[in-house]
């Protein structure tokens, strides 16, 4: 697989139609660059999509989930951790 698809390539990896890769590009969900009048799309944009890679903003928000939890409940995590 390349570093950069093209639409029809997306497509078929998501296994969605062209139209769908379209839909989710407009919406923001797949991050794209128009070349003319075509869309290229970054590789890890569609493991990003697939679930296989966490993106920076995935994981500033799993940071912040975690750190939350163990302001709250870290005494807990404590007393489960010596069970």
Do not use: C, H, Q
Request: proline content about 1%; cysteine-free.
């Amino acid at each position: 697989m390349n570093n950069l698809l093209s639409t029809s390539e997306v497509a078929k990896i998501l296994k969605i139609s062209r139209v769908a890769v379209f839909k989710k590009i407009k919406n923001g969900e797949i991050k794209a660059e128009k070349i003319g009048r075509n869309y290229i799309i970054p590789k890890e944009e569609v493991l990003k999509t697939l679930g296989l890679v966490i993106g920076e903003k995935n994981k500033n928000e799993i940071d912040a989930i975690v750190k939350r939890g163990v302001k709250e409940y870290g005494e807990v995590f404590k007393k489960l951790g010596k069970e």
